[in-house]
């Protein structure tokens, strides 16, 4: 059974700070990692996705992998209120269809 | 404008009826799902199509049916089968590597 674990929250840093999001999974042949983010009663939305070959920055988000210890972060720079929400982490593995994880509240205070 | 469209965005049941949930897609996506939302369980996978006429259970497809006659559409039908239905429903495609999400529907048993 292919796992994916993200500590629930909430996390919360005050505003301009740096937020990071952990997500640890247990299918060591995963390729695909996905952040999505969720307001309270809204769909899930693309933050972005990172490759097993490389981390990836998109703003003030990053995405970092470790293989080594399998776990994927996203980290948001500059924190916002409007950062505030649930944040899931996906992982993928080839094909397949990816497991997601329970998500991690965040909030930004101001 | 391209998007997933999911109606009715709030539904109410009456224990012992089926209900159906729709789903259309304009983004020419081949592969189609049907997520499970509930408070602190992350998405759960209920039914999947990679084709046209073509679909797979997930990880909790008792209670549920699906069709896929068309490439654009992906119904989910709850059934009286299914004892605790009250949930978050969310319909997504695919494209490439990527899963997008329509923007949910809720279900409530009255």
């Known amino acids: ?110 | 404008d391209g998007g997933i469209t999911q109606s009715p965005k709030y539904l109410f049941r009456k224990e012992g009826q089926n209900v159906t949930l729709s789903c259309e897609q304009n983004l020419n996506h081949d592969a189609m799902y049907w997520y499970r939302q509930d408070p602190g369980q992350g998405l759960r996978l209920i039914y999947y199509s990679q084709i046209v006429n073509d679909f797979q259970k997930g990880d909790i497809a008792e209670g549920y049916s699906v069709s896929r006659e068309k490439k654009e559409s992906f119904p989910l039908t709850v059934t009286s089968a299914q004892k605790n239905p009250t949930a978050f429903y969310l319909c997504a495609s695919k494209t490439g590597n990527t899963i997008y999400f329509g923007e949910g529907s809720w279900l409530t048993v009255v």
Request: with cysteine; glycine share 8%; net charge neutral.
């Open chain 1, 1 to 110: 059974q292919k796992e994916v674990e993200q500590n629930s929250g909430p996390l919360s840093v005050p505003e301009g700070a740096i937020a990071s999001l952990n997500c640890t999974y247990s299918d060591r042949g995963s390729q695909s990692f996905f952040w999505y983010r969720q307001y309270s009663g809204k769909s899930p939305e693309l933050i972005m996705f990172i490759y097993s070959n490389g981390d990836k920055e998109d703003g003030r988000f990053t995405a970092q992998l470790n293989k080594a210890s399998q776990y994927v972060s996203l980290l948001i720079r500059d924190s916002q209120p409007s950062d505030s929400a649930t944040y899931l982490c996906a992982v993928k593995r080839g094909s397949y269809i990816p497991t997601f994880g329970r998500g991690t509240s965040l909030i930004v205070h101001p």
